[in-house]
T-cell receptor, first 108, second 112 residues
Framework: RKEVEQDPGPFNVPEGATVAFNCTYS??????FFWYRQDCRKEPKLLMS?????NEDGRFTAQLNRASQYISLLIRDSKLSDSATYLC?????????WGAGTKLIIKP | DGGITQSPKYLFRKEGQNVTLSCEQN?????MYWYRQDPGQGLRLIYY???????QKGDIAEGYSVSREKKESFPLTVTSAQKNPTAFYLC???????????FGSGTRLTVV
C-alpha cells in the first residue's frame, strides 16, 4: 500500500459545480497535511495547509479525518482556472510524502 | 522579491555525461530539497539538506550527488551512473523540515 494515495482522475466537472476529492494516508502518526496545486509542466504551489479543525479559504475547504486517515479538498463554484492537478502531501516522520495527484478538468 | 531559482529550464544530456542542475534561494530558508517527478507519479525525494555542509540521501539518491557549501545554493549533479535520468527535477526550500515548501520552476532533463 502506498503511503499517500489519491484517485488520479481525471475529474471532468462543469464550470460552477462543486467537486471534492480525498486522499488517504497510511501512517497514523502523520503530523501535518497540505494540498498543493500543480499546473501542467509547472512546479507545485501550496494551496492550503489542512488543520485538524478543518479550514476554508474562499471557495476551497480542506478537512482532516484522523480516524479514517484521509484528508479532503472541496472546491465550490468551480472556475475554468481551477483546472490543474491537486497534490496531497503528508508530513510523516518529518518528511513530506507526496501523492501522485488528482487531475481536475473544469469544462465551460 | 524572495524566491527560488532553478537553471537551466531545459537540459539535454548525452549518454555517459554528468550534468549539474542549479538551485538558488534568497528566502533565508535552512532546508533545501531535490525531487524528481515522472509522469503519473508523486514527487520522489533525491537528496535534502537541513543545514550548510550537511545533506542526507532521500529515497532515490543512487546516481545523483549534491553539495551545500552555502545556505543559498544546493546544486544537483546527475551522474552517468543514473540510468534513467529523463525527468522533471524540482528544487524546493522550507524554513524547517516538514514545513510547507516553496518550489523552483523546475528543470526538464532529457537524455539524447
Amino acid at each position: 500500500r502506498k503511503e499517500v494515495e489519491q484517485d488520479p482522475g481525471p475529474f471532468n466537472v462543469p464550470e460552477g459545480a462543486t467537486v471534492a476529492f480525498n486522499c488517504t494516508y497510511s501512517n497514523s502518526a502523520s503530523q501535518s497535511f497540505f494540498w498543493y496545486r500543480q499546473d501542467c509542466r509547472k512546479e507545485p504551489k501550496l494551496l492550503m495547509s489542512v488543520y485538524s479543525s478543518g479550514n476554508e479559504d474562499g471557495r476551497f475547504t480542506a478537512q482532516l479525518n484522523r480516524a479514517s486517515q484521509y484528508i479532503s479538498l472541496l472546491i465550490r463554484d468551480s472556475k475554468l482556472s481551477d483546472s490543474a492537478t491537486y497534490l496531497c502531501v503528508v508530513n510523516s516522520n518529518y518528511q513530506l510524502i507526496w501523492g501522485a495527484g488528482t487531475k481536475l478538468i473544469i469544462k465551460p | 522579491d524572495g524566491g527560488i531559482t532553478q537553471s537551466p529550464k531545459y537540459l539535454f544530456r548525452k549518454e555517459g555525461q554528468n550534468v549539474t542542475l542549479s538551485c538558488e534561494q534568497n528566502l533565508n530558508h535552512d532546508a533545501m530539497y531535490w525531487y524528481r517527478q515522472d509522469p503519473g507519479q508523486g514527487l520522489r525525494l533525491i537528496y535534502y539538506s537541513q543545514i550548510v555542509n550537511d545533506f542526507q540521501k532521500g529515497d532515490i539518491a543512487e546516481g545523483y550527488s549534491v553539495s551545500r557549501e552555502k545556505k543559498e545554493s544546493f546544486p544537483l549533479t546527475v551522474t552517468s551512473a543514473q540510468k534513467n535520468p529523463t525527468a522533471f527535477y524540482l528544487c524546493a526550500s522550507s524554513m524547517g523540515q516538514g514545513d510547507g515548501y516553496t518550489f523552483g520552476s523546475g528543470t526538464r532533463l532529457t537524455v539524447v
